[in-house]
Nanobody
Framework: QVQLEESGGGSVQAGGSLRLSCAAS????????MAWFRQAPGKEREGVAA????????YYADSVLGRFTISQDNDKNTLHLQMNSLKSEDTALYYC???????????????????????WGQGTQVTVSS
């Protein structure tokens, strides 16, 4: 079974930066689209950023636009999230997700819906102190 593992989480002061990574292991698979989600205590999981593997189209949630940058390595199975100008409200458990089947939804907010993705990591904690 495909496994995703996140790394790079930690504690940082407001205004600081962190870089998250997500690596896939297990049987070979094709990733059509990957994304980052987060879940804060007492809140629902929300999509943060998504990237289409072919072509590299990207969609960001309004809350992180201009501060976060999603990218993927050339092998297309390693995902990153550069987080700058972090705020206390960015504190959450961050998950990476991958779609192993073609994603037919057009560019937009749907890309940040959980049901688009079949594979999920266990999460890495990001804590931002003010």
């Amino acid at each position: 079974q495909v496994q995703l593992e996140e790394s790079g989480g930690g504690s940082v002061q407001a205004g600081g930066s962190l870089r998250l990574s997500c690596a896939a292991s297990g049987p070979p698979y094709r990733s059509y689209q990957m994304a980052w989600f987060r879940q804060a205590p007492g809140k629902e999981r929300e999509g943060v950023a998504a990237i289409r593997t072919a072509g590299g189209s990207i969609y960001y949630a309004d809350s992180v636009l201009g501060r976060f940058t999603i990218s993927q390595d050339n092998d297309k199975n390693t995902l990153h999230l550069q987080m700058n100008s972090l705020k206390s409200e960015d504190t959450a458990l961050y998950y990476c997700a991958a779609a192993g089947v073609p994603v037919h939804y057009p560019w937009g907010a749907t890309w940040l819906r959980s049901y688009v993705y079949q594979y999920w990591g266990q999460g890495t904690q990001v804590t931002v102190s003010s």
